[in-house]
């Protein structure tokens, strides 16, 4: 079944989730605040039912997003610790995923043992999807603010707080605190009834984003001193290699906002990070403040994503992996930008 047309009716997915009982929520690997987020806002909701309700991640919970797990609510997938219970699951949740087969190995899992799915998410998604209810809105800032209106939908009673919480998270992780194009009038009323309902958003943010560990600070510090900017400087693009996050002794989540950060700069319309995950196989985020879509570059080389935060993986050297994304890259935006005129 397809909810892929707006607006969603949420009244007969609540249908769907109310006639299952078993039920397992899950993102992709290296979540974010926003899968985590819309996980935790639902998962209270099903429990209120009475439901049999699960978070099993592929990923361990991220040290930031602890705060999320007062009832340890986060599980990370051990098919001998898991599979007992999934064996005879109603539904399985995805959220935020963009790509399915970036739940791993909780996938194979789902699959192995037949549950229904339901995609829950504001990525893009090809017509032949995999999935038994595939709910997109493209339109949504965050997962969560879909979680959001589902939740308007099926209570009677308020929103709770322990829900709020991690709908909150997922809007201000998704719209950079509300500072994102993406960020509308909806993300401001969630953040009203959160802080009626005394969330502490402050303290929220600290969490996430003050608390930085200093391999990563060495690491920004290290890439930073070598940017790259092209075509006037609207283009700027980094590469992080394996080794320099050794050197930096950081590990592969301290990576994340660094191209938000890049963004940020004065002039700069697109950032790009190319960084090796490991040997052969590299990242590769695409930021645009808003002038330029860049999905269509991280389509063409296989990946995908919004408009103007879209992503790719590449099999294959961190140095080829910069030719090619730096040479479409740049291909793509002349275009875009009439540039022949200006060089
Ligand atoms: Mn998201």
């Given at each position: 079944m397809n909810f892929n047309n707006k607006p969603i009716d949420w009244s007969q997915v609540n249908a769907v989730i109310l006639s299952c009982n078993k039920i397992i929520l899950t993102t992709h690997e290296n979540p974010d605040g926003d899968g985590l987020g819309a996980e935790i806002g639902l998962y209270y909701h099903l429990k209120d039912l009475g439901k049999d309700v699960r978070i099993i991640n592929y990923s361990p919970l991220p040290k930031e997003y602890d705060y999320l797990n007062t009832n340890s609510v986060f599980e990370s997938y051990l098919e001998e610790h898991h599979d007992e219970w999934l064996k005879d699951a109603d539904l399985a949740i995805i959220f935020d995923v963009g790509d399915y087969s970036r739940t791993r190995k909780v996938k194979d899992a789902i699959e192995k043992y037949n549950i229904s799915t339901m995609n829950i998410d504001h990525h893009p998604h090809p017509d032949n999807n995999p999935f038994t209810y595939n709910l997109v809105d493209l339109s949504a800032a965050a997962t969560g603010c879909m979680v959001y209106d589902y939740l308007k939908v099926a209570r009677d009673s308020p929103i709770e707080k322990n829900s709020l919480l991690g709908i909150y998270t997922a809007v201000m992780t998704d719209t950079g605190c509300f500072k994102y194009s993406n960020t509308d009038k909806k993300c401001h009323e969630i953040a009203i009834e959160s802080i009626q309902n005394g969330i502490e958003t402050n303290a929220i943010y600290q969490n996430i984003y003050e608390n930085s560990s200093r391999p990563r600070m060495k690491l920004?510090?290290?890439?930073?001193?070598?940017?790259?900017?092209?075509?006037?400087?609207?283009?700027?693009?980094?590469?992080?290699?394996?080794?320099?996050?050794?050197?930096?002794?950081?590990?592969?989540?301290?990576?994340?906002?660094?191209?938000?950060?890049?963004r940020s700069i004065s002039g700069v319309e697109v950032?790009?990070?190319?960084?090796?995950?490991?040997?052969?196989?590299?990242?590769?985020?695409?930021?645009?403040?808003?002038?330029?879509?860049?999905?269509?570059?991280?389509?063409?080389?296989?990946?995908?994503?919004?408009?103007?935060?879209?992503?790719?993986?590449?099999?294959?050297?961190?140095n080829d992996a910069i030719r090619k994304v730096v040479s479409s890259t740049k291909n793509n935006l002349k275009d875009k930008m009439n540039f022949s005129e200006i060089e």
């Open positions: 920004l510090g290290d890439f930073l001193s070598n940017l790259h900017y092209e075509l006037d400087g609207q283009f700027a693009w980094f590469a992080i290699s394996q080794e320099m996050l050794k050197s930096a002794n950081a590990n592969k989540s301290d990576v994340e906002g660094f191209t938000d950060i890049v950032a790009v990070m190319i960084f090796e995950k490991m040997e052969n196989e590299c990242r590769v985020n695409f930021r645009s403040k808003g002038k330029y879509k860049i999905n269509d570059i991280a389509k063409s080389i296989g990946g995908g994503g919004h408009a103007f935060a879209s992503g790719a993986m590449i099999n294959g050297s961190l």
